[in-house]
């Protein structure tokens, strides 16, 4: 099926899900690496309060916080 096509489905409310194959979906530039990253007892201890106040793991806090830092600083 080509792009066109499938979009056209979409836009007319379609249920398109057969059509993909969602087993080898990727978001592009979304590749992940693990680093190691030690941090001193009272930032964990004031991360996990905040991760704990938003309800959301430490590791999605810390991503957050970087990902808002790096975007602040392109422009």
């Known amino acids: 099926m080509k792009a066109e096509e ?25 590749d992940q690496k693990r680093v190691n990253v030690d941090f001193p007892l009272w ?9 704990k106040r938003l309800g959301i793991p430490r590791q999605s806090l810390i991503k957050m916080l970087i990902a808002r830092h790096l975007e602040e600083a392109r422009t």
Do not use: N, W
Not at 12 to 19: A, F, H, K, S
Not at 43 to 51: C, P, T, V
């Open 43 to 51: 930032m964990i201890l004031s991360l996990d309060k905040e991760a």
């Open 6 to 30: 499938l979009e056209e489905k979409f836009e007319r409310g379609e249920d398109i899900l057969g059509c993909l194959d969602v087993g080898r979906a990727r978001r592009p530039a979304q």
